[in-house]
């Protein structure tokens, strides 16, 4: 199983990803959506970043397995929710 620090490190990899990915697609549209929405989804990754790093710091005892399948489960919703959004920017 992976270390805690390494878990933390790929989910921070994850976000910053969807941070370049925003930055990019912000560029490319000369920002032509609003900046309350453009500053909502910047603090939806940044807090999305926030609790997986704090839920990998905070684990359940007992069903370790059943817990991480559960982050992984859950990770994957909330950053393919995040995509669609700045697909939507497109």
């Known amino acids: 199983m992976t270390s805690r ?4 490190k790929n989910v921070r990899g994850v ?3 969807l941070i370049t990915e925003f930055l990019y697609l912000a560029a ?13 989804l910047i603090e939806k990754i940044m807090k999305a970043n926030n609790e997986y790093i704090s839920r990998i710091s905070h684990t359940e005892p007992g ?10 489960s859950d990770i994957k919703v909330s950053v393919d929710e995040i995509s669609d959004e700045l697909q939507k920017m497109v």
Do not use: I, P
């Open 5 to 8: 620090r390494k878990l933390k």
């Open 15 to 17: 976000f910053d990803c």
């Open 63 to 72: 069903n370790v397995k059943g817990f991480y399948k559960k982050f992984h």
């Open 28 to 40: 490319r549209n000369s920002v032509q959506t609003d900046t309350d929405t453009l500053r909502a």
